[in-house]
């Protein structure tokens, strides 16, 4: 679907794929395909490594812009919503570096998270 913004995550982990059914009830003109990077050819796709992968949710615009971390979640809401909204704010000054962080604190915490379990683990 070369229309759609593409997020790549981790189908082992039960609370990346709690936020993408979430992601999916939202996506109601199905602006979004998620794709999991142990798919083949899908870290390719993305032009990313497999720990990158493993690491981060990633995000790829029609337009080949590519979303890491944070910037992915909003990219992915933004398509999911039909507005660019959560990615302009998510560029306003500090925001950004405060979703950053808060990205890294809960993907360092996923096993923690609701949905979460071992297999969650970043190793």
Not at 47 to 64: F, S
Not at 89 to 103: E, I, K, S
Not at 108 to 117: A, E, K, T, Y
């Amino acid at each position: 679907m070369p229309d759609t913004t593409k997020v790549l995550y981790d189908r082992d982990c039960g609370f990346c794929v709690s936020c993408l059914n979430l992601l999916a009830r939202l996506d109601r003109h199905h602006r979004v395909t998620a794709i999991a990077y142990q798919h083949p050819g899908a870290v390719e796709q993305f032009d990313v490594t497999e720990d990158d992968a493993a690491a981060a949710a990633w995000a790829l615009d029609p337009d080949g812009t590519r979303h890491r971390g944070a910037g992915a979640i909003n990219a992915g809401l933004s398509a999911a919503l039909g507005t660019r909204l959560p990615l302009r704010v998510y560029h306003l000054p500090l925001v950004r570096q405060v979703q950053d962080r808060v990205y890294q604190w809960v993907a360092d915490h996923r096993h923690l998270m609701p949905g979460g379990s071992k297999t969650c683990t970043l190793g």
